[in-house]
């Protein structure tokens, strides 16, 4: 029996939620968000909670039972409150800025990187160095922000590029200089 799967999900007020077929929908102040419903589950839906439950008791029910619960919890959340991301930049000149829906990235390289942010997706920019990334759906927050982190990752050396805010990068120590002493003497 899976535990987070047996758990009701509250709704709050000012949400409503749709099952139909095998699509439930959410619909909030933030956004609406939709997920697909495998055919081994089924969600009851009352007043205030939903319920997602297992049709049967195979192998593949058990494991989808509490993936699809945190997944229609995480929607809950996300048109309610939403879910946020903060990134920062490491590094001499390297820096970003936001113009409407494209990111504005400087991170040493010959060029600029212009990245369109998906829709559903906000940006801002705190001194030029601390991106802060904002929207309803966590799984598509999470992808942008390993995309972008993905354009100048950390060195473990100098720690220069973009890490998440709450990362600690481990340093290497750089190579050893030449022993003295050890070698021929001329």
Do not use: C, W
């Not at 903060?86 to 820096?95: A, K, L, S, W």
């Not at 390289?109 to 929207?135: C, F, M, N, R, W």
């Amino acid at each position: 029996m899976s535990r987070i799967g047996k758990k009701p999900i509250v709704i709050p007020s000012g949400v409503k939620v749709n099952f139909n077929g095998d699509v439930i929908k959410v619909e909030g102040p933030k956004g609406t968000l939709s997920q697909f419903l495998n055919k081994e589950l089924r969600a009851e839906i009352t007043q205030n909670e939903i319920k997602i439950i297992r049709n049967t008791d195979d192998k593949k029910a058990l494991m989808l039972h509490g993936l699809s619960r945190s997944l229609v919890a995480n929607m809950v959340k996300g048109v309610t409150e939403g879910f946020q991301r903060n990134m920062e930049i490491v590094g001499v000149g390297y820096r970003a800025e936001v113009q409407g829906t494209i990111l504005n990235l400087s991170l040493g390289y010959s060029h600029p990187i212009k990245y369109e942010l998906p829709k559903g997706i906000t940006a801002t920019v705190d001194k030029q160095t601390s991106i802060t990334l904002k929207g309803a759906d966590r799984q598509l927050l999470g992808q942008t922000a390993a995309e972008i982190r993905g354009f100048r990752i950390p060195d473990p050396y100098k720690g220069k590029g973009i890490k998440y805010a709450e990362e600690v990068i481990r340093r290497k120590a750089g190579k050893a200089g030449k022993a003295t002493g050890g070698g021929k003497a001329a």
